[in-house]
């Protein structure tokens, strides 16, 4: 009798629970950090090429839409590929033309501009420091942003 009524309650608890429901409710993300050897480079690059905007002069960082991407220098810089942080993921209104600037700018371009089951485009590039950046298409953003923060342990199962 009492696994029946666990039973129940259980159920009944389900069917009211949605997927939004969560213990923490994220709104928006906020800020990045990507371990760079040279932040004042890293800025340059961000701005230049992906759209980002310094949030004031000599400031270690850039906006990307809402999110803040800090460059935090060090001597022992890691690839983001295989690591706990796989890339993130940047928005672009016009793919091709992101692209074309990129390459001729010397970017590493891991994997060139794709369609993805006819649901949309998207290209994968390498910034100099070692992140991996996917690029996406939304012809109605209005400027390159941040549309998600992709974490996928790769290669290490955590130990503690």
Not at 67 to 92: P, Y
Request: net charge negative; aromatic share 6%; glycine share 6%.
């Amino acid at each position: 009798m009492k696994r029946i009524a666990s039973l129940v309650v259980c159920l009944v608890s389900a069917a009211f629970m949605t997927v939004g429901d969560a213990a923490v409710r994220v709104v928006a993300c906020h800020n990045v950090h990507i371990a760079v050897s040279n932040v004042e480079a890293a800025v340059d690059s961000y701005a230049a090429y992906l759209g980002g905007v310094q949030s004031f002069p000599g400031a270690p960082d850039v906006f990307v839409g809402q999110v803040k991407i800090v460059f935090v220098e060090t001597a022992e810089v890691r690839m983001s590929n295989g690591s706990v942080i796989d890339h993130i993921g940047l928005t672009h209104a016009d793919l091709d033309a992101t692209m074309r600037g990129l390459e001729a700018a010397g970017a590493t371009i891991v994997s060139p501009i794709h369609d993805v089951s006819g649901s949309f485009r998207r290209a994968i590039i390498e910034d100099p420091w070692g992140a991996r950046i996917e690029l996406l298409e939304d012809p109605h953003a209005p400027v390159s942003r941040l549309t998600r923060w992709c974490a996928w342990s790769c290669s290490r199962t955590p130990t503690a």
